[in-house]
């Protein structure tokens, strides 16, 4: 009931296309969702979050949907561009707890 | 503003030999400081956390040890490496409560042990 199942495990897009991302989580509780994106070599750096009393939160070309009846969250990049080629991280968390639970990670490659 | 720094950025130990990874936080105090291991190309695994001085949860019974002698110090430690403990080592601290909490990691350590 902890984990965030995330998929897919890799991911291509041409440049300017739409890169999507899907998580689902079991856990009522869990009431934080960010997204992280880890560059090569890097630590992974948080990217948007969103808390379940809003449908879609949007930063730039970044947004994130929730759908909390379905227990389901994505990341979704607007005209995807070769510099978003990452590892893409959902995660959760709920108020109190002292962790964050990760989903496995998405590799995104845009080509050029 | 708040900082997290973590050395050395890569490291080549024989097996066999001790570790020991630094990880300290500047710009806030009694910060939840966490150790994140992630072997080539997959996920973070949840090695240690620590909600303060002394205080050490161990989430994975492995070949490693933590410890916290100080509010904004945090080491990643090993008396004895084995292969499997190669990986990309990070280190975090959990920002406060609020809607921007989350997470800051560290630059990471890569280890290689031969």
């Known amino acids: 009931q902890q984990q965030v199942k995330q998929s897919p495990q890799s991911l291509i897009v041409q440049k300017g296309g739409i890169s999507i991302i899907n998580c689902a989580y079991e856990n009522t509780a869990f009431d934080y969702f960010p997204w992280y994106q880890q560059f090569p070599g890097k630590g992974p750096a948080l990217l948007i979050a969103?808390?379940?009393?809003?449908s879609e939160k949007k930063e730039g070309r970044f947004t994130i949907s929730f759908n909390k009846s379905a227990k389901q969250f994505s990341l979704h990049i607007m005209d995807s561009q070769p510099g978003d080629s990452a590892t893409y991280f959902c995660?959760?968390?709920?108020?109190?707890?002292?962790?964050?639970?990760f989903g496995k990670g998405t590799r995104l490659h845009i080509l050029p | 503003s708040q900082t997290i720094h973590q050395w050395p950025a890569t490291l080549v130990q024989p097996v066999g030999s001790p570790l020991s990874l630094e990880c300290t936080v500047e710009?806030?105090?009694?910060?939840?400081l966490y150790w994140y291991r992630q072997a080539a190309g997959r996920g973070l695994q949840l090695l240690f956390y620590s909600v303060g001085i002394g205080q050490i949860s161990s989430e994975v019974p492995q070949n490693l040890s933590a410890s916290r002698p100080q509010d904004r110090q945090f080491i990643l430690s090993s008396k004895k490496l084995l292969l499997s403990d190669s990986g990309f080592y990070l280190c975090?601290?959990?920002?406060?409560?609020?809607?921007?909490?989350?997470?800051?990691f560290g630059s990471g350590t890569r280890l290689t042990v031969v």
């Open positions: 975090a601290w959990l920002r406060p409560a609020g809607f921007s909490m989350g997470y800051t």
């Open positions: 969103i808390r379940p009393d809003v």
């Open positions: 710009g806030t105090s009694n910060p939840n």
């Open positions: 995660a959760a968390s709920m108020r109190g707890d002292d962790k964050i639970i």
